[in-house]
């Protein structure tokens, strides 16, 4: 596997808990170049997390703010995402191989050079679909390593 600190390693960060401050250091600290919101709409009633007002603190610190929509967990698969059914990974798997399989490749071959951190809102990382896009990029690549934060 890849060293975590070299540029083939893709950080997974959820802002739950966090202020944009917070997420904009740990970006910093962990080389990030790039910000990837897979949130199906950029909205927060968290403030500063909405595109607009993320995309500006990124901006600030020299870190490149995309959103992929295409990337998104369908409204009606989170809850039953968040409470670790298999189905509903199952069903993410799916539409990330169908539905947003250009979004991902896109994803995937940026992060092979570049460091990329994936955002959504939940910070445990294996509760949030993020997980499914970094599990299926690293058993293509098994040399890309994840950085959870």
């Known amino acids: 596997m890849a060293d975590p600190s070299g540029p083939s390693a893709v950080v997974s960060i959820g802002y739950e808990q966090r202020t944009v401050e917070d997420l904009v250091t740990l970006l910093q600290r962990h080389g ?74 896109d994803i995937v071959r940026l992060a092979r050079s570049t460091r990329v951190a994936l955002l959504c809102y939940e910070r445990n990382h294996r509760s949030c679909h993020r997980s499914c896009i970094l599990e299926s990029a690293q058993s293509e690549h098994p040399d890309l390593s994840i950085l959870e934060l």
């Open 32 to 105: 990030v170049a790039v910000l990837v919101d897979v949130r199906l709409n950029p909205i927060s009633r968290k403030k500063g997390f909405s595109k607009k007002a993320l995309a500006l603190a990124l901006a600030d610190a020299s870190i490149e703010y995309r959103h992929e929509r295409d990337l998104g967990n369908p409204k009606d698969n989170r809850d039953p995402f968040r409470r670790g059914l298999r189905s509903a990974r199952d069903r993410y798997t799916n539409h990330l191989l169908n539905g947003a399989s250009a979004a991902y490749a």
